[in-house]
């Protein structure tokens, strides 16, 4: 068996992974090199060190196939690409080494446990600047923080927050307010109703043949799902668990592998997990992350459909959300320059003109503590100590 390789432990197949390494996962942040009104995403700073990439076509097909899936086999790729198993294997072996895979995660479905998911701007004064990686650290250290966007707008960063209720949210602005030194400002705080990520995908084809991965809608608050610390440990585990195989997560959490699976594939069936992903650099395609919010009246269950039907067929779209409150929807989009940005918007006021009040364009500068399941402590999961709800 080859370097970065290992066979699954329910033995479907050989997957491959770099193993345990020392990535900074916390973060992947860049810097445009030219100014904002003239734009070429082609090359960009990372950590001060010039990058500019350039994909093979196999190894984008390869992205393509397993972003969605990152628990496909060798095999499976293979098939499904109709390559042969020992490209298929050294095409990740190279993706792997370069870093194109940040880590493996899940993709949680949290109104299946009753959270509620949040998207809320936030503007600092200028007299806070200095204080910016202060800011950061602070925000990623709250339990209750998903990710963190700092963005080119009026607003300078976006939380995507997991609470138990309105009230746990308040309680996180009131605690932040508390423990950071100057005051800032919540422009924007929204609720998300439903969420689908269809991942990169090859432009003028559609994505392969993988379901998107999704947040239930908000209306699954009826049919809440109810876990015990040792699911909890294991839904860390897996949400940050960098490329180990699950017999190495078995080892670590001290569970035999076949109560590790069992969990998960319990996990699974009750639509907590709704699918095994890789987290990307976003610098990988050499594009820029640009979220469109969309403001319209309400939308109808068939305009939402095909509104996720646009996005999953768009290569420049990756995901779309729904939320309460002033906006409607958002898409997320990767686009090379801001040209590509017009042309997306011209096909959305083409296709849903009827809908659309208005879009407003926020590129995404740099990210920060990207998990779909950021609690280290049932407690905090719960609002209760540990032992149950």
């Known amino acids: 068996m080859q370097h970065g390789c290992y066979q699954n432990s329910d033995g479907a197949g050989e997957m491959c992974t770099p193993g345990y390494d020392s990535v900074d996962n916390a973060r992947f942040v860049w810097l445009l090199t030219s100014p904002v009104k003239d734009i070429d995403c082609s090359t960009r700073l990372l950590n001060g060190i010039l990058v500019s990439m350039k994909l093979s076509a196999i190894q984008r097909q390869v992205i393509y196939a397993v972003t969605l899936n990152a628990n496909l086999s060798v095999a499976e790729v293979a098939r499904m690409l109709d390559l042969r198993e020992h490209v298929v294997r050294r095409t990740l072996d190279l993706l792997f080494e370069a870093k194109v895979f940040l880590r493996r995660s899940i993709w949680l479905n949290p109104h299946r446990l009753g959270l509620q998911h949040h998207v809320a701007h936030l503007e600092l004064p200028l007299s ?58 919540v422009t924007r705080c929204l609720t998300t109703l439903e969420m689908e990520y269809s991942g990169p995908h090859e432009p003028g084809r559609p994505p392969p043949s993988i379901r998107p991965l999704r947040f239930g809608h908000l209306s699954e608050f009826s049919e809440l799902e ?9 839904l ?83 995901w779309v ?19 590509e940005v017009q042309g997306v918007l011209a096909e959305l006021a083409n296709q849903f003109r009827n809908v659309l009040d208005s879009v407003h364009m ?23 100590t540990a032992g149950g709800y």
């Open 128 to 185: 806070a600047i200095s204080d910016r990686k202060k800011f950061i650290e602070l925000m990623c250290k709250q339990e209750e923080v998903s990710a963190m966007v700092e963005l080119g707008a009026e607003a300078q960063f976006e939380l995507r927050l997991l609470t138990r209720d309105t009230h746990h949210l308040a309680s996180f602005f009131e605690n932040l307010a508390l423990n950071f030194p100057h005051p800032f400002r």
């Open 362 to 384: 926020t590129p995404q500068l740099s990210f920060w503590k990207f998990s779909t399941y950021p609690f280290t402590r049932y407690e905090s999961l719960t609002g209760k």
């Open 236 to 318: 860390s585990a897996l949400a940050n668990r960098e490329f180990l195989n699950l017999s190495n997560i078995g080892r670590i959490l001290g569970m035999p592998g076949a109560t590790l699976q069992y969990r998960i594939r319990r996990l699974e069936a009750k639509g907590v997990i709704s699918g095994h992903f890789y987290v990307m650099d976003p610098k990988v395609f050499e594009d820029l992350p640009v979220a469109l919010q969309i403001r319209s009246r309400s939308l109808s269950f068939s305009e939402k459909e095909a509104l996720k039907k646009f996005a999953y067929r768009h290569p420049r779209v990756s």
């Open 321 to 339: 959300g729904f939320f309460l409150g002033e906006q409607s929807a958002e898409l997320y989009t990767l686009v090379r320059n801001f040209e």
């Open 226 to 234: 109810r876990i015990d610390e040792t699911d909890h440990m294991v």
